[in-house]
């Protein structure tokens, strides 16, 4: 599965970005789908996770209420849609899939850098 992240940029704190994950290669109905991100010096971490059927979600306590992942199977594309900003957000942001019996990622797209100024 090769995944391509797009939809990043610059953003005033308070605004909004919507980054999307295009999958090429298999279909992604087998997969479930996170999104991680990585700031300047700091380890990666999890932001959210999408089940493959879309019908479950989990986010981090720190873009809970803000952040919504979704999927369209159909289009092999998942999505981030990122309300709210913060400077904290700033990061290069990652989306990654996993066979749903797989514990951990098996595919990683290449990032998209979102940074969040004040």
């Known amino acids: 599965v090769q995944l391509q992240a797009s939809g990043g940029g610059l953003v005033q704190a308070g605004g909004s970005l919507r980054l999307s994950c295009v999958a090429s290669?298999?279909?992604?109905?087998?997969?479930?789908m996170g999104w991680f991100r990585q700031a300047p010096g700091k380890e990666r971490e999890f932001v959210a996770t999408?089940?493959?059927?879309?019908?479950?979600?989990v986010y981090a306590d720190s873009v809970k209420g803000r952040f919504t992942i979704s999927r369209d199977n159909a289009k092999n594309t998942g999505y981030l849609q990122m309300n709210s900003l913060k400077p904290e957000d700033t990061a290069v942001y990652y989306c990654?899939?996993?066979?749903?019996?797989?514990?951990?990622?098996?595919?990683w797209g290449q990032g998209t850098q979102v940074t969040v100024s004040s």
């Open positions: 990654a899939v996993k066979l749903v019996i797989s514990v951990q990622y098996d595919y």
């Open positions: 290669g298999r279909t992604l109905s087998s997969y479930d």
């Open positions: 999408i089940s493959w059927s879309g019908g479950g979600t």
